[in-house]
């Protein structure tokens, strides 16, 4: 699952947090089966997760979809996306900040 922005994960990158939030988006992929995508446009219809995933009106996630939730996570970790998630977590409340080392 990667997104159009492939070419700002580079060693070189400008913004190493672009790099962090597609890693944990690769990361979070690994661990749900299937895929968090796949668990994410589908809901629960029975006791037994896995075998029972009832699709909702968009069926099953398209590469076009993956495509651009990856892209949108990426963002999240932008410049422009982070301030994004500071301004919407400080209306409810919550305040980011940096880990001292």
């Known amino acids: 699952m990667k997104g159009l922005h492939?070419?700002?994960?580079?060693?070189?990158?400008?913004?190493?947090?672009?790099?962090?939030?597609?890693?944990?988006?690769?990361?979070?992929?690994?661990i749900h089966t299937p895929d968090?995508?796949?668990?994410?446009?589908?809901?629960?219809?029975?006791?037994?997760?896995l075998q029972r995933r009832k699709w909702l009106a968009l069926g099953p996630p398209t590469k076009r979809d993956q495509i651009a939730v990856a892209t949108v996570i990426q963002w999240l970790g932008s410049n422009v996306g982070f301030d994004f998630l500071s301004s919407a977590l400080e209306r409810c409340g919550y305040k980011?900040?940096?880990?001292k080392p």
């Open 36 to 49: 968090l995508l796949t668990l994410l446009f589908s809901i629960e219809d029975g006791s037994d997760v």
């Open 96 to 99: 980011i900040m940096k880990v």
């Open 6 to 30: 492939k070419h700002r994960l580079k060693k070189e990158c400008d913004n190493p947090r672009e790099v962090v939030f597609y890693k944990e988006w690769q990361k979070e992929n690994k």
